[in-house]
T-cell receptor
Framework: QKEVEQNSGPLSVPEGAIASLNCTYSDRGSQSFFWYRQYSGKSPELIMF????GDKEDGRFTAQLNKASQYVSLLIRDSQPSDSATYLC????????????FGSGTRLQVQP | DAGVIQSPRHEVTEMGQEVTLRCKPISGHDYLFWYRQTMMRGLELLIY????????DSGMPEDRFSAKMPNASFSTLKIQPSEPRDSAVYFC????????????????FGPGTRLLVL
């Protein structure tokens, strides 16, 4: 079992809809969770991070964390074609390592 | 700030040749990470440094790979000899440590080097 799991997709949603991206992780001691967006041929860029249970909102993006269920999600409201990209979930494990563990990413397609 | 700088952006080489990838982290950042991304394996950590010292190289695939950080503003990843299976995008990332919020440290990625080994 991978440490960080994501559905590879593609997840296809119509423009204006809510896109829901999910991520599960195996280490119960994981401390914080990051969502990166990666456009084709580009480098990952941070969208937001979350470390407390519950919701965290930033513009059209909402991250949701449930540590008991070892589950983190990203909601994108009013999806736009420009949101079409691969979304990477990354986890900071509860070890001395500073490195993040990344999921394989979910490809999102927003249809005009 | 210019962000993380990597060179070259593209590299095509033949099997057996030596390849050197370069990275300049964001000024003031004390952590530097080297990742490799492929379709099959996703984004994998190879090695990371703190204050120019290698901390964890457990992700380095084999002895053909080596990395150095001679000073705070420069790091290299070397592959010698290169093999076709090394073809991937290699990313360098940097971050600034926080004693108060260690788990909120954000990693900033460079544009990557696309390596093709023929």
């Amino acid at each position: 079992q991978k440490e960080v799991e994501q559905n590879s997709g593609p997840l296809s949603v119509p423009e204006g809809a809510i896109a829901s991206l999910n991520c599960t992780y195996s280490d119960r001691g994981s401390q914080s969770f990051f969502w990166y967006r990666q456009y084709s041929g580009k480098s990952p860029e941070l969208i937001m991070f979350i470390y407390s249970n519950g919701d965290k909102e930033d513009g059209r993006f909402t991250a949701q964390l449930n540590k008991a269920s070892q589950y983190v999600s990203l909601l994108i409201r009013d999806s736009q074609p420009s949101d079409s990209a691969t979304y990477l979930c990354a986890v900071a494990m509860d070890t001395g390592r500073r490195a993040l563990t990344f999921g394989s990413g979910t490809r999102l397609q927003v249809q005009p | 700030d210019a962000g993380v700088i990597q060179s070259p952006r593209h590299e095509v080489t033949e099997m057996g040749q030596e390849v050197t990838l370069r990275c300049k982290p964001i000024s003031g950042h004390d952590y530097l990470f080297w990742y490799r991304q492929t379709m099959m394996r996703g984004l994998e950590l190879l090695i990371y440094f703190n204050n120019n010292v290698p901390i964890d190289d457990s992700g380095m695939p084999e002895d053909r790979f080596s990395a150095k950080m001679p000073n705070a503003s420069f790091s290299t990843l070397k592959i010698q000899p290169s093999e076709p299976r090394d073809s991937a995008v290699y990313f360098c990332a940097s971050s600034l440590s926080s004693t108060s919020f260690r788990f909120q440290e954000t990693q900033y990625f460079g544009p990557g080097t696309r390596l093709l080994v023929l």
